[in-house]
């Protein structure tokens, strides 16, 4: 067993970056800047999403897009140049139509401690009106795999 996985994770199976804070991701309080950690949730749920069939290609091929319509963020405790950290994801919901939502857990190993723990919500839109839209098959189909994989019950739609 590796340290990630001996990481008390909120959900099971997550999909993990790992992450470097840098000097350039802190602000001048010397912590890791609140915008670094969105950046950071966005990088993750490509890399997760990608593998599932639902790469960038993907979505301008059908012309849909999953847009954040809310993130709620809790920052637990600071992170500062040189920490390494791990961040996890999990899709958590998908109603099978236009809406779901993601899950993220930054972790630091060196001491133990979640830092920050967010919740993402999505809606599917048209690219080109950028109006709500269905949910193509592909993406609810990557959905699907994605939470099964965490040990989530997708709902049907």
């Not at 912590?31 to 950071?40: F, K, M, P």
Request: glycine share 6%; net charge negative; proline share 5%.
């Amino acid at each position: 067993m590796t340290y990630v996985d001996a990481i008390s994770w909120d959900m099971l199976n997550p999909f993990i970056m790992p992450i470097k804070v840098l000097e350039p991701h802190t602000d001048r309080l010397g912590h890791t800047n609140n915008t670094t950690y969105l950046n950071w949730m966005e990088e993750v749920s490509w890399r997760h999403i990608d593998p599932l069939g639902m790469s960038w290609a993907a979505h301008e091929k059908l012309g849909k897009a999953m847009a954040i319509t809310r993130t709620e963020v809790d920052y637990l405790a600071a992170s500062h140049a040189d920490d390494e950290l791990y961040i996890g994801t999990w899709i958590t919901a998908c109603d099978g139509r236009i809406q779901s939502s993601r899950h993220f857990q930054i972790f630091r190993p060196a001491d133990g401690k979640t830092i920050v723990r967010a919740n993402s919500y999505y809606a599917c839109i048209d690219m080109k009106s950028g109006k709500p839209t269905r949910m193509p098959k592909e993406f609810v189909e990557a959905h699907r795999k994605a939470m099964e994989a965490h040990g989530l019950a997708p709902a049907s739609g």
